[in-house]
């Protein structure tokens, strides 16, 4: 299946000072794929997020989104345009509701508009009602809804994890970019994300960039795999060819870390 | 002497509690809903008031529109007052909004002109010309009370009538808020109180939120503004100092913030502290001269202050899960 | 001309002033995160220290200083202990400490008025006694303040270059539990930080004491937003600029009254000037002219 590129990123820069954090970094990400951005700890993925998602100014490149130029764009215009972001650390609304949570996030609400608070009630009333619906399924999806009108702040780090997860997809959106999902989740919760997330771009057609360190988990899931170190990208490519790559043997071997083969099923 | 059996005393007090509890809502908004730092809330409240004041005086308008241009002037000057600051972290944004409403007094007592300078509205029309702007509130207030007076007998006074306006304008001030605060547009101000970054990662206009924040709580102190000149009929820059700000601050924290109920009992148990202890001859105020009076009064207020923040940081009200003030 | 030259020593006043009361801001809220709204009143209760010691000590201006610095000193530390510890272990947040800064600075400023009454006070120094530098005019108490605060600008400043303090005190602004591994004596130096702002504090309001020819209790409050304008302009965190913030915002104050410059600013819109310093800083360049620019 040969699809257009959704997210183009062209020769991206930012410096912090001397420090050169994203040095004309380049990929694509394919419509409907799963890609992981992987790479040693300091690499610039986190920042190439930022950048992407309108966080973070860029020192030169640019960004598309579809046939949109997002390079200056803000962060709530990133998301309008259907790419949705999550955070390493979770960062779930702690004084809300896990429900008033998902709900927040639900995109085209009549009701955010303080017009539409007076004169088109109606309206608001029943975008609410749907945006509740949708909620609940997504509340179903993770398995939260037990707590789903607890305060957020009373969840477990995992449970949280969970509810940044499914708040990310309340705006139906187009793309995501998943900052280590995986990241401190037990086993058990890490196959659950794992299987989440392959049934988002099977079942929902949702494309989805994800930075992992979990190289097993981006080794069975991903179809592309992008690889980041010093700020550059030294490797793109399917999992096989990239574990191949010799730059990025070095890259990680550097880090002691071992890239495993896709083929294996790990303990 | 024995002025708690005074009911004239009482209305007072409960004046003084309804419009702190319509400047204790709208700082709520700003703050307990949507993070915002403001200590420059006072100016608002003297927006209003001059805005009223000047314009029946200097155009000869009618009172009434007078006051509803004075709500409406409040937007664009919380506009200008957020358009620079509200970027800014918490306690630079509270540095900055402080600096702005001591523009706003310095401005008031300096240009003379358009507001009667230091010595307040009485000057208005110029020095040595007694103003009043206040006539037609008199007048309607006069035209309620005769007609309530074979009902009521002597509790039919300015005061009762003003406590009945003041509070039923507060009550619908609390329901609206509520209303806000409730509702979709409440619930992005809220998360942006919480995690600003994440609010905007999932598509909401931050600034814009905190701008309307910003505006309607403006708006509110405002008519808490336009209600101080009526009662009054007469003010000057010194009763916009920043202290009052600080006062709107107790007010709020008293309540609880982030609960739009507890702002009236705020309100309350301030105005009795307030004005009791102005007008209340019991001990230990008793023993003492009238300025002693009032500077042991603030020490208490600030004694009071520091105490919540060390042991009920919430509030007398609010739930600890519910707590704003980390 | 002449009116110039007199503006630009006022103005050195003032900054100095601003200066010394700048210092003491700018390391606690630096360091210790606290924007301390008390700070004005702070200095208050040093020129008023000041006033009582002196006349305790027989009209001794000499007394009275060094008591004002020293009694502000301790009432800094002292509140350390009663307020800012206990907070801090309730890890109290920003907001938190904001208001008892306020309300603190209500106790403050309220316990002096109670004390010496609202009256408008003086030093006991003649003030009819007036020294002429060639245009420019400075009673006898100017000139003292002037002194005085050139020498403690210098002495801050070398205090900050040459000891050990100046290194402890920026090891803590950047994380208190990374500096406690290091081997640094958190609560110490915590209350090092809190006996220099307070005796500076104490300075500042003597100097102001000595400036203005009289002075009531609303003098700290008064001061406050220049103070912060000062802080801002020079950076946050930064001594140095604190003290530098200081004397160019003294300096902008009275010289922008200057009629050379387009009529200049009524007299008495010379605090509208701090304020606009302040607010204008933190929009254009937050971090001010000595800072480091802040990632979010």
Do not use: C
């Not at chain 1, 086993?187 to 360190?213: F, K, N, Y």
């Not at chain 2, 609206?176 to 909401?204: C, F, H, M, N, T």
């Not at chain 3, 103005?11 to 601003?18: D, V």
């Amino acid at each position: 299946m040969s699809r257009q590129p959704l997210l183009r990123v062209d020769a991206l820069v930012k410096h912090f000072g001397g420090l050169r954090a994203v040095d004309h970094a380049a990929f694509d990400v394919t419509e409907g794929t799963i890609t992981a951005l992987i790479g040693p700890n300091g690499a610039g993925k986190t920042t190439l997020f930022n950048l992407v998602s309108g966080f973070l100014r860029e020192d030169g490149g640019s960004v598309h989104f579809g046939d949109q130029d997002i390079t200056r764009a803000a962060p709530h215009d990133v998301a309008a345009v259907g790419l949705i972001r999550t955070f390493q650390q979770p960062r779930v609304m702690t004084r809300m509701t896990v429900r008033e949570n998902l709900h927040l996030a639900s995109k085209d609400q009549p009701g955010e508009q303080l017009r539409n608070l007076f004169i088109n009630r109606r309206a608001t009333r029943r975008r609410e009602r749907e945006v509740g619906d949708r909620a609940e399924d997504l509340l179903q999806l993770v398995d939260l809804t037990r707590v789903a009108d607890d305060y957020a702040g009373t969840l477990s780090g995992g449970q949280r994890k969970l509810l940044e997860f499914a708040r990310a997809l309340m705006p139906e959106p187009r793309m995501v970019l998943l900052d280590e999902p995986l990241a401190g989740v037990n086993p058990t919760l890490g196959r659950r994300l794992e299987a989440m997330i392959e049934q988002l771009r099977s079942e929902h057609d949702v494309t989805i960039l994800v930075i992992e360190h979990d190289l097993p988990a981006v080794m069975r899931i991903s179809d592309q795999v992008v690889v980041m170190s010093d700020g550059r990208v030294i490797a793109e490519g399917r999992p096989q060819e990239v574990r191949r790559d010799q730059a990025v043997i070095d890259a990680y071997l550097g880090t002691h870390a071992d890239i495993p083969d896709p083929g294996e099923d790990l303990p | 002497m024995n002025a708690i059996l005074n009911a004239q005393f009482w209305f007072f007090v409960g004046i003084t509690a309804g419009i702190f509890t319509i400047l204790g809502l709208g700082l709520q908004l700003q703050f307990g809903y949507a993070g915002l730092l403001n200590f420059g809330h006072v100016a608002f409240m003297a927006i209003g008031g001059y805005t009223t004041a000047i314009l029946v005086v200097k155009t000869g308008m009618s009172l009434w529109i007078a006051a509803v241009l004075a709500l409406l002037v409040a937007v664009p000057f919380s506009l200008l007052l957020g358009l620079p600051t509200l970027r800014l972290r918490a306690d630079y944004l509270a540095m900055t909004t402080l600096a702005f409403a001591e523009i706003v007094r310095y401005v008031a007592i300096n240009e003379e002109g358009l507001t009667g300078g230091s010595q307040g509205t009485i000057n208005l029309a110029g020095v040595g010309t007694a103003t009043n702007y206040n006539r037609e509130w008199l007048a309607m207030i006069g035209t309620v009370r005769d007609w309530l007076e074979p009902l009521l007998g002597d509790l039919a006074s300015r005061d009762f009538i003003m406590l009945i306006i003041v509070w039923t304008v507060a009550i619908a001030a609390i329901i609206l808020v509520q209303y806000l605060v409730r509702s979709p547009w409440g619930r992005v101000l809220k998360s942006i109180r919480e995690e600003e970054d994440a609010a905007a990662a999932l598509g909401k206009d931050v600034f814009r939120f905190k701008q309307q924040a910003l505006a309607i709580g403006s708006v509110l102190g405002a008519l808490a503004g336009v209600f101080h000149a009526f009662q009054f009929s007469f003010f000057s820059p010194a009763d916009f100092v920043p202290i009052v700000t600080f006062f709107v601050w107790m007010v709020i924290i008293l309540g609880g913030t982030a609960r739009n109920w507890g702002v009236p009992i705020g309100a309350a148990v301030f105005a009795v502290l307030f004005a009791g202890t102005r007008f209340l001859d019991v001990p230990p105020f008793s023993w003492l001269e009238s300025d002693e009076r009032a500077y042991l009064r603030m020490i208490i207020i600030g004694l009071a202050l520091i105490l919540l923040m060390m042991f009920r940081p919430q509030g007398v009200l609010g739930k600890r899960e519910e707590m704003v003030l980390e | 001309m002449s009116e110039l030259l007199q503006l630009i020593v006022n103005g050195l006043m003032t900054g100095a002033i601003l200066a010394i009361g700048a210092v003491g801001v700018t390391l606690v809220l630096g360091i210790l995160r606290l924007l301390h709204v008390a700070h004005g009143d702070t200095i208050a209760f040093g020129a008023y220290a000041g006033l009582l010691v002196a006349s305790a000590f027989g009209d001794n201006m000499v007394a009275g200083i060094v008591g004002a610095i020293l009694a502000t000193a301790v009432l800094a530390v002292g509140l350390d202990y009663i307020l800012w510890r206990p907070l801090r272990r309730r890890q109290a947040g920003l907001v938190s400490l904001l208001l008892t800064s306020i309300g603190l600075a209500l106790v403050l400023r309220h316990a002096i008025f109670w004390v010496v009454g609202a009256n408008p006070r003086q030093y006991p120094l003649d003030l009819l006694r007036v020294f002429e530098l060639g245009p420019v005019r400075l009673s006898l108490s100017q000139v003292i303040a002037l002194v005085l605060a050139s020498a403690s600008i210098l002495l801050v400043g070398w205090l900050f270059a040459r000891t050990n303090i100046g290194k402890r005190m920026r090891a803590l602004s950047d994380d208190f539990s990374l500096a406690a591994v290091v081997g640094i004596d958190v609560n110490r130096t915590i209350l090092l930080i809190w006996a220099l702002s307070g005796a500076l504090a104490g300075l500042a309001g003597v100097l102001q004491g000595l400036v203005r020819n009289s002075f009531n209790p609303n003098l700290g409050f008064q001061l406050l937003l220049p103070v912060f304008a000062a802080v801002v302009l020079g950076g946050i965190g930064s001594a140095y600029g604190a003290l530098a913030g200081g004397l160019i915002l003294g300096l902008a104050m009275e010289v922008a009254t200057w009629d050379g410059l387009l009529g200049g600013v009524p007299a008495s819109y010379k605090q509208v000037v701090a304020f606009a310093v302040l607010i204008l800083v933190l929009i254009v360049r937050p971090e001010g002219v000595f800072g480091k620019a802040e990632l979010r």
